[in-house]
């Protein structure tokens, strides 16, 4: 059975030390604050608030300030991805190695994903993108996205192996029966682990050979 791998984009292909993903975040309250107008001293409760009960801070700006959400995408992503991350040609040639189709699925913008993508030098080994307008505006991690996924690609989910830096995205995956790999500092839950992404080569490499061996 070909393998489907389904990446997940930020802290995941990259660090989060790298500090890009926290600049986006300060993005997302200085669009509350300046665009919408929202005083800042409410923006940390309304954002938690918000992303527990739509997954994501635009879910909240949706259902109940009626933002557009490609226009908020649009400012919050607009971060010089040069100053934050690096090329990364231990990555790409770890994913040159993995066999299988690999597609990124993100709760950012498609555009998001491909400055990231083209910085990294992965533009060659990802084979689609599906970002949060593909979700319906239903991020990870909810059903909704992982279902229409799978449909788009046409294969069942044993067969897809999801990679992810959080856990709750993970629990989803694995609950539709989804092979997951938690990328951190640390494992958590009943997910594989690696360190970083480039290490993913190392860990199936280990269960082919297992699988392969005589009994
Ligand atoms: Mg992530």
Same mark, same amino acid.
């Given at each position: &059975? ?29 669009? &509350? ?183």
């Amino acid at each position: &059975m070909s393998r489907t791998w389904v990446l997940d984009l930020d802290n995941t292909l990259y660090p989060r030390n790298s500090g890009f993903f926290a600049r986006i975040n300060q993005r997302i309250d200085r669009y &509350m604050e300046h665009q919408m107008g929202l005083p800042g001293a409410v923006i940390p409760k309304l954002r938690e608030d918000y992303r527990r009960r739509f997954g994501v801070t635009l879910g909240g700006l949706i259902a109940e300030h009626r933002v557009d959400p490609e226009q908020y995408l649009r400012y919050v992503h607009d971060v010089p991805v040069a100053r934050y991350l690096d090329p990364d040609p231990a990555l790409v040639a770890a994913l040159e190695a993995l066999a299988g189709r690999k597609v990124v699925f993100t709760n950012g913008s498609t555009g998001h994903a491909r400055a990231v993508l083209a910085r990294l030098g992965l533009n060659a080994q990802i084979d689609g993108i599906f970002d949060i307008a593909f979700m319906d505006y239903v991020p990870k991690p909810f059903f909704h996205g992982y279902r229409k996924l799978l449909l788009e690609l046409a294969v069942a989910p044993a067969s897809c192996w999801m990679v992810d830096d959080l856990t709750a995205n993970l629990d989803t995956g694995r609950e539709l029966g989804m092979t997951t790999v938690l990328v951190g500092p640390e494992p958590q839950g009943e997910h594989r682990h690696v360190r970083r992404a480039a290490d993913l080569v190392g860990l199936v490499g280990g269960v082919v050979d297992r699988g392969a061996a005589p009994a």
